[in-house]
């Protein structure tokens, strides 16, 4: 019998299957499902996560730079693009469910671990090679379409809600998950055993600060002095 080797990418997946276990239990996410998270938490997280976007856009543009070739340049600066137009039409429509414009939105100051998450990816992102940076990228793309496809399985009677766990549980954003595991994985085997130690070691980074992302929404987080 011929054994297919496992990807690097879900080497990656599985070192972080307690955190994802995390996510899935934290009462933000179990709120988006059964209808029970406060409305002003869900504002809370998306003006953050749309400060997120932005920054998270300039990370991916610099993957796009370093990236070994063309496809790869072409894949992240469309999902630059993507990112920057399409999800920020999608909390665009949130905003107005709130009565808020989007100037009101750019004026909001970023929570600390929001700080902390994007200032890590644009530092990997800067100062790392590429097979690095699409490490620290990857559990972004990965674990929101998890979570996706896990809430829309359950579904949720609030349709705000309902809409954004569509987005995320869609087709089309399984492609671009697919797609960034697939570089992942190239990058791992073209490079050497202390950068994919490296990898390791940004993917569980993010994965992290993508529970904390939740919590920060759960706790409205602020800066305390």
Request: charged share 25%; hydrophobic share 45%.
């Amino acid at each position: 019998m011929i054994h297919q080797r496992e990807r690097f990418s879900d080497e990656l997946w599985r070192s972080a299957v307690g955190i994802c276990e995390a996510i899935f239990q934290h009462p933000f996410v179990r709120g988006l499902a059964d209808g029970s998270l406060p409305r002003d938490r869900f504002l809370f997280y998306v003006i953050q996560d749309s400060l997120y976007i932005t920054e998270y856009a300039r990370a991916l543009s610099i993957a796009a730079a370093k990236a070994p070739d063309g496809p790869a340049i072409a894949t992240f600066n469309r999902h630059a693009v993507s990112a920057l137009e399409v999800e920020m039409r999608l909390h665009e429509q949130f905003f107005r469910e709130y009565g808020l414009a989007p100037a009101e939105v750019r004026k909001a100051p970023m929570a600390p671990t929001n700080l902390a998450y994007t200032r890590y990816l644009l530092g990997v992102a800067y100062e790392r090679a590429f097979d690095e940076i699409i490490a620290a990228l990857l559990p972004c793309y990965w674990i929101y379409w998890d979570v996706g496809k896990a809430l829309a399985a359950r579904g949720s009677s609030v349709p705000l809600y309902r809409r954004w766990i569509d987005a995320y549980a869609a087709d089309s954003f399984g492609s671009l998950v697919a797609i960034v595991r697939e570089l992942t994985d190239r990058a791992a085997e073209a490079t050497s055993e202390s950068s994919r130690e490296r990898m390791r070691e940004h993917f569980l980074a993010t994965s992290r600060y993508e529970w904390m992302f939740w919590d920060m929404g759960w706790r409205c987080e602020t800066w305390p002095v």
